[in-house]
């Protein structure tokens, strides 16, 4: 075992970084704020939002029943605000 650590010891710190870099990619994620309107659709089994001016330029997006204009305390939904 200690041989294939001597091996691979390259590609264990490359997947160390690329475990790091991903972990703070995660957390830089950009936070809900209350008082904003969100254009919201499901992708994939994923939630999509994109923040929008104002509630008026929010419900004029929403086109069809797949999609949603909803306020940044509806997504939060435990009143946190982030």
């Not at 997947?15 to 992708?43: C, D, M, N, T």
Request: charged content about 20%; some cysteine.
């Amino acid at each position: 075992m200690s041989d294939w650590f001597r091996d691979n010891n390259n590609l264990l710190a490359g997947l160390i970084l690329w475990a790091a870099a991903l972990l703070w990619l995660a957390g830089i994620q950009p936070r809900l704020k209350e008082s904003a309107w969100y254009h919201v659709s499901f992708v994939e089994g994923g939630l999509m939002y994109d923040r929008m001016p104002d509630e008026a330029a929010c419900r004029a997006s929403v086109a069809d029943n797949t999609t949603a204009c909803l306020s940044g305390a509806e997504l939060d939904g435990n009143g946190s605000g982030h």
